[in-house]
């Protein structure tokens, strides 16, 4: 009964591939999240889509591209990976809203190599 | 802009300690929601609490307390009696109605030694 789900919770790759990091929700929420901490720690929205709908934008490389098929599911891809890629990527759902609380899926550990 | 400062990076403490983690945050909105969130070792991100700005209510859960001070912009937290699966990472967030996105501050790491 995950809340929210990722795969992988792992990722190893080289240089230049392209992966995929796939995020599902079974909470009913509309709005979901990805967000990359990086070594430090420091936790940083990417984007949002609520309803399936791109509504947060971050400055990130467009190399990174969500995708939400339905609205229990965003997906996020990555092309050409770079060593500045390495990081945790959470992705998170609420209700819409901003008083909404946002729950976090168990993350993804991307280390290019 | 809406800003979330966490000053103390770590704090180590002994066990039935208590440990206090002080958030103070910047926003210009009148309606905003703070947040405070557990990263433990396991690398999970545990939603602990919400707290609207229209409600200085301070709020206690078991061990685990809150104190909301909107003339101070501070939204601190305290552990009491701090046990070792008490250690992790802790982070203060904000959310307001202009902005829509959870600002993170840079968290506090907190050690528990038995």
């Known amino acids: 009964d995950t809340a929210v789900s990722q795969t992988p919770k792992y990722l190893v790759t080289q240089m230049g591939n392209d992966k995929s990091i796939k995020c599902e929700q079974n909470l009913g929420h509309d709005t979901m999240y990805w967000y990359k901490q990086d070594s430090k720690k420091f936790l940083k929205i990417m984007f949002s889509?609520?309803?399936?709908?791109?509504?947060i934008n971050e400055t990130v490389p467009n190399r990174f591209s969500p995708k939400s098929p339905d609205k229990a599911h965003l997906n996020l891809h990555i092309n050409s990976l770079e060593l500045g890629d390495s990081a945790v990527y959470f992705c998170?759902?609420?209700?819409?809203?901003?008083?909404?609380?946002?729950?976090f899926g168990p993350g993804t550990r991307l280390l290019v190599l | 802009a809406q800003k979330v400062t966490q000053a103390q990076t770590e704090i180590s403490v002994v066990e039935k300690e208590d440990v206090t983690l002080d958030c103070v945050y910047e926003t210009r909105d009148t309606t905003y929601y703070l947040f405070w969130y557990k990263q433990p070792p396991s690398g999970e991100l545990v939603f602990l609490i919400r707290r609207n700005s229209f409600d200085e209510q301070n709020e206690i859960s078991g061990r685990y307390s809150w104190n909301f001070q909107k003339s101070t912009s501070s939204f601190n937290f305290t552990i009491t009696a701090s046990q070792v699966v008490d250690s992790a990472v802790y982070f203060c967030a904000l959310n307001t109605f202009a902005d829509y996105k959870l600002s993170f501050g840079a968290g506090t790491t907190v050690t528990v030694r038995a």
């Open positions: 889509y609520n309803n399936k709908e791109l509504i």
């Open positions: 998170a759902s609420s209700q819409e809203g901003m008083k909404e609380t946002q729950y």
